[in-house]
């Protein structure tokens, strides 16, 4: 099976609202496996460079204070079709148009406060891996699970 990786990070008000739990459960329970994690307080220039294609939009400088307003939760998932599938875990980038079932679609209002990150193509999620964590930080190991996931 071809694996993929993904970069999802629980935001400043997913960590303030209690949902870090929330989201490796669901990430977990659907079979992902957990690579990388950790707690960080990001710097405006790191979410800068994190955001950078998004730096001619009138909302980047409020995203990027938001981002930096606390610290997130940082993580690695593993798994086929983990980009994608990992985007449909969270939902739409607008709760409003998100569904019941999604993590924005069932813990939050407002498109700038809500509360998760998840890298939209396996390209990006390549270049926001290496920007937040080093190579040395994610862990190759096999999960007990993976033969009853995978033919
Ligand atoms: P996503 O986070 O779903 O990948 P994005 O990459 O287009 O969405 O934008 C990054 C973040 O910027 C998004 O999670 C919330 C914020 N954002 C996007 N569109 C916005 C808007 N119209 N007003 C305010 N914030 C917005
Ligand atoms: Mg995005």
Redesign the pocket.
């Known amino acids: 099976v071809a694996m993929e990786q993904t970069f999802i990070a629980v935001k400043p008000d997913g960590v303030q609202r209690g949902l870090v739990g929330e989201t490796v459960r669901r990430f977990e329970q659907k079979g992902f496996k957990l690579v990388a994690m950790k707690m960080v307080q990001a710097s405006s220039a790191h979410l800068e460079e994190h955001?950078k294609?998004?730096k001619e939009?009138?909302?980047f400088s409020?995203?990027c204070t938001y981002m930096a307003s606390g610290p997130v939760v940082a993580m690695v998932w593993e798994g086929s079709g983990v980009v994608a599938m990992g985007?449909m875990l969270?939902g739409?980038?607008?709760p409003q148009d998100s569904l019941p079932g999604t993590l924005r679609g069932d813990f939050c209002i407002n498109?700038?406060r809500?509360i998760v990150?998840?890298s939209?193509s396996v390209e990006s999620a390549k270049r926001e891996i290496a920007l937040w964590f080093k190579r040395e930080e994610i862990v190759t190991w096999k999960s007990c699970t993976h033969d009853w996931l995978y033919e």
Request: hydrophobic letters at 25%; proline letters at 5%.
């Open positions: 955001y294609d998004l939009k009138p909302f409020g995203l985007r969270l739409e980038t607008k498109v700038g809500n990150h998840g939209d």
